[in-house]
């Protein structure tokens, strides 16, 4: 007799973006391929996302409540990016935060999950108010991450809280502050990679191996704060890489600026990752992933 597996309800919060597209990927391909019997999308809008030649629907967050089952993994990834303070003011940029973390409260309250993934930032981890980064950004994550946490051991399911540093990957964001964005676009212009830092240290992780580890720890039900892991690297190796794997720009190191460093600890999700057999992908074939996200800009 063939043995019985159960199998979980997939939600992804926040499906409409890079680190929902990573996570429903992760999901539907590799080690985690046919894990969950069901995958509910839940987005700022209903639309229809297309992946990998598959056309997925896309609930908006009311129309998505009649298809959850108790027993779900909820990977909740919404949330407006720090650069939305340039777009909307900060008033704006608190409530629908707040809006969008309230829904993903509403499911905890409501509905009976195995576990509640927290995708949070590595700046939620900053104490200091006076900090560059102590911005609503980094409040609204540190409120929602303690918030979260606390109705989770409440209603009794496991909550995993993941910060995260810098991505890379297929589905990555475009804004020019991340590092490896800005150096790849730079690049691939032919121009000039300036770098005002150079000691300064990053951690580069592929979103969808981020994803991959989650979902597994997700699926243990285990309760866990951690850092996201990956490779880690110097703004001035960070260039130098980029450089030998797209073969155009060059590199001009200007000053010695201070910057804060890395302050997360990316051994310990390394070493989780690397139990379940997942060895993070070097820098250089992480760049070669991100690339195709900025193909336009080489285009006539």
């Known amino acids: 007799m063939e043995e019985f597996v159960s199998r979980k309800q997939l939600i992804i919060y926040g499906a409409n973006g890079w680190l929902g597209r990573s996570a429903l990927s992760a999901a539907t391909s590799g080690s985690l391929e046919n894990t969950f019997d069901d995958i509910l999308l839940i987005g700022s809008k209903e639309s229809v996302l297309k992946l990998d030649g598959t056309s997925y629907h896309i609930h908006n967050s009311r129309g998505a409540l009649e298809h959850i089952r108790n027993g779900a993994v909820f990977f909740n990834s919404a949330f407006l990016r720090r650069e939305y303070l340039q777009r909307v003011n900060e008033t704006e940029y608190i409530d629908r935060n707040n809006e969008i973390s309230k829904f993903a409260l509403e ?10 993934i927290n995708i949070s930032s590595g700046v939620a981890n900053i104490k200091s108010l006076n900090d560059i980064y ?3 950004y980094a409040q609204l994550k540190r409120h929602w991450e303690h918030r979260f946490e606390e ?5 009794g ?3 995993l809280n993941c910060r995260i540093f810098s991505m890379t990957g297929r589905y990555i964001n475009e804004f020019d502050n991340l590092a490896i964005s800005a150096f790849i676009k730079t690049s691939l212009n032919g121009s000039v990679i300036n770098v005002q830092s150079p000691y300064t240290r990053r951690t580069y992780l592929d979103a969808e191996q981020l994803s991959q580890v989650l979902l597994n720890l997700g699926q ?5 704060t951690l850092d996201s892991g990956g490779v880690l690297v110097s703004m001035e190796e960070l260039a130098k890489t980029v450089l030998e794997v797209i073969g155009l720009g060059s590199l001009e190191i200007t000053q ?3 910057s804060s ?3 997360g600890n990316f051994a310990e999700f390394n070493s989780l990752a690397n139990s379940m057999g997942i060895e993070v992908i070097s820098l250089e074939k992480q760049i070669k992933k991100t690339l195709p996200v900025f193909s336009k800009f080489t285009e006539s």
């Open 134 to 136: 102590s911005n609503p």
């Open 256 to 258: 010695m600026k201070p």
């Open 151 to 155: 109705v989770s051991r409440n209603c």
């Open 261 to 263: 460093d890395y302050f």
């Open 220 to 224: 243990q039900e285990i309760n866990l």
């Open 107 to 116: 499911i905890l309250h409501e509905f009976s999950l195995a576990s509640f």
């Open 157 to 159: 399911n496991a909550f």
